[in-house]
């Protein structure tokens, strides 16, 4: 096999990958004809594959994770695509070229095994979006580069080379198929669903004069999303606080003979300091 095969092989034979002596044929993202599609990617679909291929680099040579780190940077525009700054396609052929130029005169062995088992990672991420002939094509290619580390001896001219080129063209195939089969579908990626805060609120509320007319009691649960102790209870004689139970219940009775209007708060009581959390909810009593 000649030295530098990939290379050499790339530029004679339009949409073909040699690797491992196995012509693997490549789909043309380009030319291939097909309807466009207004549907996009789902975004929680593309961050677990962002999160999935972060993972596959972790399996990477130390000096291939060390280069690639940075380059994991995907516009959810362009992720699906090979073409520009910022695609999945782009990062998984710079993922190739930086193991085919660490392999160059490299016979680190542990190397090239840790290498082919971050494509095979980063290929498991989008396996079940691929066509099946591509999947089988994926399984005779990791085949074929393991039989290549197995057997490798540096000592034999080219070898080194030859296996450093195939785990590039295994990158550079998987960065074809996954937009040949499954980006060129769709429309870019849909924009990240907006993240609604819930809020903290009086779920039940009742006030009510005693039976002597001077006495105001107050009872409610709140239900919470933030941080609460006390309930204020507003009337016009001032405020009162009233201490949540563990279940977020408060009771009070207050000594305000003329109160036409009860407001209540929650929130959290601290050294004389209160920050609300709900709303402020208003009763009018007779």
Same mark, same amino acid.
């Given at each position: 096999? &000649? &030295?530098?095969?990939?290379?050499?092989?790339?530029? *004679?034979?339009?949409?073909?990958?040699?690797? +491992? +002596?196995?012509?693997?044929? =490549?789909?043309?993202?380009?030319?291939?004809?097909?309807?466009?599609?207004?549907?996009?990617?789902?975004?929680?679909? $593309? *961050?677990?594959?962002?999160?999935?291929? #972060?993972?596959?680099?972790?399996?990477?040579?130390?000096?291939?994770?060390?280069?690639?780190?940075?380059?994991?940077? =995907?516009?959810?525009?362009?992720?699906?695509?090979?073409?520009?700054?910022?695609?999945? @396609?782009?990062?998984?052929?710079?993922?190739?070229?930086?193991?085919?130029?660490? +392999?160059?005169?490299?016979?680190?062995?542990?190397?090239?095994? *840790?290498?082919?088992?971050?494509?095979?990672?980063?290929?498991?991420?989008?396996?079940?979006?691929?066509?099946?002939?591509?999947?089988?094509?994926?399984?005779?290619?990791?085949?074929?580069?393991?039989?290549?580390?197995?057997?490798?001896?540096?000592?034999?001219? @080219?070898?080194?080379?030859?296996?450093?080129?195939?785990?590039? @063209?295994?990158?550079?195939?998987?960065?074809?198929?996954?937009?040949?089969?499954? +980006?060129?579908?769709? /429309?870019?990626?849909?924009? !990240?669903?907006?993240?609604?805060?819930? &809020?903290?609120? =009086?779920?039940?509320?009742?006030?009510?004069?005693?039976?002597?007319? !001077?006495?105001?009691?107050?009872?409610?649960?709140?239900?919470?999303?933030?941080?609460?102790?006390?309930?204020?209870?507003?009337?016009? #004689?001032?405020? *009162?606080?009233? #201490?949540?139970?563990?279940?977020?219940?408060?009771? !009070?009775?207050?000594?305000?003979?003329?109160? !036409?209007?009860?407001?209540?708060?929650? @929130?959290? $009581?601290?050294?004389? /300091?209160?920050?609300?959390?709900?709303?402020?909810?208003?009763? /009018? =009593? &007779?």
């Amino acid at each position: 096999m &000649k &030295k530098n095969i990939w290379q050499k092989t790339v530029t *004679a034979v339009l949409g073909a990958t040699l690797i +491992g +002596g196995v012509f693997v044929e =490549i789909p043309n993202a380009v030319t291939t004809t097909q309807a466009q599609a207004a549907s996009q990617v789902p975004y929680s679909t $593309y *961050a677990s594959d962002l999160s999935g291929l #972060k993972a596959a680099l972790g399996k990477a040579s130390p000096s291939v994770q060390g280069t690639m780190a940075s380059q994991l940077k =995907i516009d959810p525009k362009m992720a699906y695509t090979n073409s520009g700054i910022g695609s999945f @396609g782009t990062y998984l052929e710079a993922l190739g070229q930086d193991m085919h130029e660490r +392999g160059i005169g490299n016979d680190d062995k542990a190397g090239y095994q *840790a290498d082919l088992n971050a494509l095979v990672a980063s290929y498991n991420v989008f396996k079940s979006r691929l066509s099946s002939g591509s999947q089988s094509q994926f399984d005779s290619l990791k085949t074929s580069i393991q039989s290549q580390i197995d057997s490798l001896d540096p000592n034999v001219w @080219g070898a080194v080379d030859d296996l450093s080129a195939s785990l590039q @063209g295994y990158a550079f195939a998987l960065a074809n198929s996954l937009v040949a089969d499954y +980006g060129q579908n769709y /429309h870019g990626v849909a924009a !990240k669903p907006s993240t609604t805060t819930k &809020k903290s609120y =009086i779920s039940k509320l009742s006030v009510k004069k005693t039976s002597s007319k !001077k006495y105001v009691k107050t009872t409610g649960s709140v239900k919470l999303y933030k941080s609460a102790n006390y309930a204020r209870i507003h009337t016009y #004689k001032g405020n *009162a606080y009233a #201490k949540l139970n563990s279940k977020h219940n408060f009771s !009070k009775t207050v000594y305000a003979p003329k109160a !036409k209007t009860v407001k209540v708060t929650v @929130g959290h $009581y601290s050294h004389g /300091h209160f920050t609300s959390v709900t709303s402020t909810k208003t009763v /009018h =009593i &007779k």
